[in-house]
């Protein structure tokens, strides 16, 4: 034993390279099949119903491989691609843009679940939560995996994918379910939700869409009024198809005959209601829609359509002719839309709670028209996926023109909700002032009892001022700050403080912010100005940098 030489065994760099990997692959390989078995499902389901409605049909004109080229070319349609059908009459390929926005319900939710189970680790409590990256990119991988495939498969149909739409829709759609799956698996932080906003929007507007605790602002859940625009457009739809119910149930006679025709004429129409919704919405705003190039829809009339098959949907719209004051009654879903808006803000307007209490009416009525704002890009968004091209020549586009429902509902909004937010302000202010006279009581009366006890007695009395903004720092035109000038503090009419990630900046919300201004603490002292107090709180605290110092003993 003495001639033994004891040795240290070390795996080789290869060894250790492939150990690292096959530690690392299980993750990875998971959410990998969670995205392949994502795109099989949405495939699976519609496999399953274009072939019932084949094996159903009394005369298809295609066999099975037509019946599964068609399901694969629906599924990626339903990623926003658009189609292109090549067996026209003329020879010539007409495009099929109009995409049914319920179908794409399937691959989002398909995608958002798969994601947050993968990140999530696993079906058991105490399962450790996937790296947010790996699980991510995994799903995205696993997804286009396999609608490469399909992708190709679908281009040797009749009804084949337009490649510029699968390369660009199928890829965003995938990033951005799975991106969304990942957030909820992690409790929806508030971090990448603050990253984004700091690079679209101005520092002073974040904290109207995201608020400092993490919850959505005032504007954020002031826009809920693009909901009330697509719903009120729901209504006016039922109404109009509740009017024309003799065309309407006509309309499937003379498409098809059979209850499986029927059936994929009501699956179709089921599919479209979401557009015809908003189709509906874009009219009581004012631009209307197009039924082909040059016959446009509005409240103000409505011109000829050329020759159009009778679908069901169509039938709900206004017949040729200059409007009547019935038509013009739609106008009442934009100013309820507004009034939402202004309810919202005016509300957020007087919180009564925290450091600031009231915003100011300047600030009222731009945070209205933010609102406004975020709602009109809401709606622009949904009117662009909900129209598109159903041929060439007179057919090449159906549906509202997206910027002017946008600019459309900016405008109704902004105005209607800017006067109701400052009504609602004026109105919250007033009960406020109410309950504080009372509070006092008659003998020791508070500022608003004396404010409205003035005003009886016909003196006017100026409302209480906001604390003076000093001169705002200067920028040059390098971005460096010019010398000479003071930072001013925070008004106290600010209604948020700002993000935590624009901390490490000397200028927030607009505003000077520098160590030692009136009214304001250090937000970073130095090691001098701390007091031994909070030197044996931080030791308190065991911090490892602390601990490295020289002569540091714990408390």
């Known amino acids: 034993m003495a001639g033994v030489i004891?040795?240290?065994?070390?795996?080789?760099?290869?060894?250790?390279?492939?150990?690292?990997?096959?530690?690392?692959?299980?993750?990875?390989?998971?959410?990998?099949?969670?995205?392949?078995?994502?795109?099989?499902?949405?495939?699976?389901?519609?496999?399953?119903?274009?072939?019932?409605?084949?094996?159903?049909?009394?005369?298809?004109?295609?066999?099975?491989?037509?019946?599964?080229?068609?399901?694969?070319?629906?599924?990626?349609?339903?990623?926003?691609?658009?189609?292109?059908?090549?067996?026209?009459?003329?020879?010539?390929?007409?495009?099929?843009?109009?995409?049914?926005?319920?179908?794409?319900?399937?691959?989002?939710?398909?995608?958002?679940?798969?994601?947050?189970?993968?990140?999530?680790?696993?079906?058991?409590?105490?399962?450790?939560?996937?790296?947010?990256?790996?699980?991510?990119?995994?799903?995205?991988?696993?997804?286009?995996?396999?609608?490469?495939?399909?992708?190709?498969?679908?281009?040797?149909?009749?009804?084949?994918?337009?490649?510029?739409?699968?390369?660009?829709?199928?890829?965003?759609?995938?990033?951005?379910?799975?991106?969304?799956?990942?957030?909820?698996?992690?409790?929806?932080?508030?971090?990448?939700?603050e990253q984004v906003l700091g690079a679209v929007l101005p520092r002073g507007v974040r904290h109207l869409v995201l608020g400092p605790d993490g919850r959505p602002g005032v504007a954020a859940r002031a826009a809920a009024a693009a909901t009330v625009l697509v719903a009120g457009g729901a209504v006016l739809l039922t109404v109009s198809l509740g009017l024309h119910a003799g065309e309407t149930r006509r309309a499937f006679g003379r498409l098809t005959e059979g209850?499986?025709?029927?059936?994929?004429?009501?699956?179709?129409?089921?599919?479209?209601?979401?557009?015809?919704?908003?189709?509906?919405?874009?009219?009581?705003?004012?631009?209307?829609?197009?039924?082909?190039?040059?016959?446009?829809?509005?409240?103000?009339?409505?011109?000829?359509?050329?020759?159009?098959?009778?679908?069901?949907?169509?039938?709900?719209?206004?017949?040729?002719?200059?409007?009547?004051?019935?038509?013009?009654?739609?106008?009442?879903?934009?100013?309820?839309?507004?009034?939402?808006?202004?309810?919202?803000?005016?509300?957020?307007a007087v919180t009564g709670k925290g450091q600031f209490g009231v915003w100011a009416a300047g600030r009222t009525a731009g945070a209205a028209a933010f609102?406004?704002?975020?709602?009109?890009?809401?709606?622009?968004?949904?009117?662009?996926?909900?129209?598109?091209?159903?041929?060439?020549?007179?057919?090449?586009?159906?549906?509202?023109?997206?910027?002017?429902?946008?600019?459309?509902?900016?405008?109704?909004?902004?105005?209607?909700?800017?006067?109701t937010a400052l009504t609602v302000r004026a109105w919250r202010l007033r009960r406020t002032h109410g309950r504080g006279d009372r509070r006092h009581g008659p003998g020791r009366a508070g500022r608003a009892g004396r404010a409205a006890r003035a005003g009886r007695a016909g003196r006017v009395v100026a409302p209480p001022r906001p604390a003076r903004r000093m001169p705002r720092p200067r920028r040059g035109w390098f971005g460096g700050r010019k010398p000479g000038r003071n930072a001013a503090p925070v008004a106290e009419d600010e209604p948020y403080l700002l993000l935590d990630h624009d901390a490490d900046d000397g200028d927030h919300d607009g505003l000077g912010n520098t160590p030692g201004a009136p009214g304001l603490p250090d937000p970073f002292p130095s090691d001098d100005a701390l007091s031994p107090t909070a030197h044996n709180s931080r030791a308190g605290r065991r911090y490892p940098e602390d601990a490295e110092r020289p002569g540091f003993k714990e408390a």
């Open 371 to 419: 609102a406004a704002g975020l709602s009109g890009v809401l709606l622009a968004l949904l009117a662009g996926l909900a129209g598109g091209p159903l041929g060439t020549a007179a057919l090449a586009r159906f549906g509202p023109v997206w910027w002017q429902v946008g600019l459309a509902t900016a405008a109704w909004l902004g105005l209607t909700a800017a006067a």
């Open 259 to 348: 209850w499986s025709g029927w059936a994929a004429v009501l699956l179709l129409c089921v599919t479209l209601l979401p557009n015809a919704a908003v189709w509906a919405a874009a009219y009581a705003l004012g631009p209307g829609f197009l039924l082909g190039a040059g016959a446009s829809v509005t409240p103000l009339g409505a011109q000829a359509a050329p020759l159009l098959p009778p679908f069901p949907l169509l039938a709900a719209v206004p017949d040729p002719g200059a409007g009547t004051a019935l038509h013009g009654a739609v106008a009442a879903l934009p100013l309820t839309a507004g009034v939402v808006v202004g309810w919202f803000v005016g509300r957020g």
């Open 6 to 193: 004891q040795t240290t065994v070390r795996r080789s760099m290869p060894a250790s390279l492939l150990l690292r990997v096959r530690h690392r692959s299980p993750g990875l390989a998971s959410c990998l099949v969670g995205g392949a078995l994502a795109a099989g499902l949405g495939l699976a389901v519609f496999t399953v119903l274009v072939t019932l409605l084949w094996v159903s049909s009394p005369y298809p004109d295609s066999g099975p491989g037509g019946a599964l080229h068609i399901a694969a070319s629906l599924w990626l349609l339903a990623h926003g691609a658009e189609l292109v059908r090549v067996d026209t009459l003329s020879g010539a390929p007409a495009p099929m843009g109009v995409l049914p926005l319920l179908l794409v319900a399937l691959p989002v939710w398909l995608l958002h679940r798969a994601a947050r189970d993968t990140a999530e680790g696993g079906a058991r409590a105490d399962a450790r939560l996937v790296p947010g990256r790996t699980a991510w990119a995994g799903v995205v991988l696993g997804y286009l995996a396999v609608a490469a495939p399909a992708a190709l498969y679908a281009a040797g149909g009749a009804l084949r994918p337009s490649w510029t739409g699968t390369v660009t829709c199928v890829p965003l759609v995938a990033v951005v379910a799975a991106g969304a799956g990942v957030w909820t698996a992690y409790g929806r932080p508030s971090g990448p939700l």
